[in-house]
């Protein structure tokens, strides 16, 4: 048997069998020989071999007989070397990026490729991320399931994915005899849809059950998606019952997940929950020094004045992305152009990053922490109440939100539940004159507004 009749068998499996059943099966069979009426192919994996014999023996067998092969069984064997470079995931070199590779130890699992720079060495821990790091880090033991799932949310820009794919890596390299799958929700959606069409559902249930690990990032994009969420729920139901751990992320809490089924809810919420805060000044400045370091071996001969650092992390605090994006930017620059990286040349480079970066707070937001700070209810902040201990901070945040926004008194007035501007214009002046007989009141105000522009 020629591989010249094997490609012609290929050609009649394409049709019988669909392109994505060819691509993701048919196609990475090798063939080695036929002898004895046996027809040996050579497959990549393991669970290929064994998918293939279950699922495509058959129709390979028919389509090689109507070729004119001699064939009675089909024989797939698996080379005892894996060619999956799991070990040398574990710890990448900041300056040598790797081709990325498969999120499932099996290469045929429908995972999404893995980003070998979003490692656990690579993650920069601070309070914000500590307990999502200590959680994902437990997770990556591989031993014994401790919470499932592990449900991580956040921002777009807190580390999320990074976690998500530093958990993969680890137990690729600890567990190298676990499938681990990791994929977005969107290509969950895609492959149950794409079953549906091309009449699959078996064999799209049997692969997603079949995993160890399963990861889903960005859940959040099967809400209003009824038949995908009775798949999601089913396949989340079959892999807890058998003990599999699984790691789901979003950018925000199960419970405020929008058109998200309850009973999806509620299954996301019996396992460990855990948000990633906004970064703080110290996280962000040590995710800096750590980029900066990485940055001193491709830039040998730049010169960092100091401060830059602290001005970056001061004034860049949307996300993490931007931040490092900004670094990327300026060492680039400073490169290109031959000076040295100072304060000014920030200042010029970064322009637009640092125009989109000036905090900007809400009103809702002045009444959200002039609350917590007071202890009283949201409520009560913009209702009628006039007691002291409701009044008096109620025009701490009326005063806050005039030096902080650039909302009108009647604006100002309608987001504290109607109230005409001349209450407001009194609330503002009433502060002004405490202010400076009441040291507590002054400290409260330059405590509340340091929160508020950090």
Known sequence: MTDETWGRVCNELLKTVGKNNFTSWIAPLRLIELSDGIVSFEAPTKFMRDWVSRNFAEPILRELRQAGVT??????????????????????????????????????????????RFTFDSFVVGKPNELAHAAARRVAEGGPVTFNPLFLYGGVGLGKTHLMHAIAHELQARRPDLRVLYLSAEQFMYRFVQALR??????????????????????????????????????????????????????????????????????????????????????RLGILQTKTEAYRTQYPGLVLADGVLEFLAHRITTNVRVLEGALTRLFAFASLVGREITLDLAQECLTDI?????????????????????????????????????????????YLAKQLTTRSLPEIGRRFGGRDHTTIMHGIRKIEELKGADRQLAEDIDLLRRLLES
């Open 198 to 283: 091309e009449r699959q559902i078996m064999d799209f249930k049997e692969m997603f059950r079949s995993v160890d690990v399963l990861m889903v990032d960005d859940v959040q994009f099967i809400a209003g998606k009824d038949s995908t969420q009775e798949e999601f729920f089913h396949t989340f139901n079959a892999l807890v019952d058998q003990g599999k751990q699984i790691v789901i992320s979003a950018d925000r809490a199960p419970g405020e997940i929008k058109d998200l089924e309850d009973r999806i809810k509620s299954r996301l919420q019996c396992g460990l929950v855990v948000d990633l805060h906004p970064t703080d000044y110290e996280l």
């Open 354 to 398: 640092l125009r989109a970066s000036d905090r900007k707070v809400t009103i809702e937001e002045i009444q959200r922490k002039v609350a917590e700070h007071y202890t009283i209810r949201l409520s009560d902040m913009i209702g009628p109440k006039r007691v002291r201990t409701i009044a008096r901070p109620r025009q701490v945040a009326m």
């Open 71 to 116: 064939a009675e069984r089909i024989d797939i064997r698996v080379p005892e070397l894996r060619a999956i470079p799991v070990a040398a995931v574990a710890n990448p070199a900041p300056a040598k990026p790797r081709k990325p590779v498969r999120a499932a130890d099996d290469a045929d699992l429908p995972g999404a490729p893995l980003d070998a």
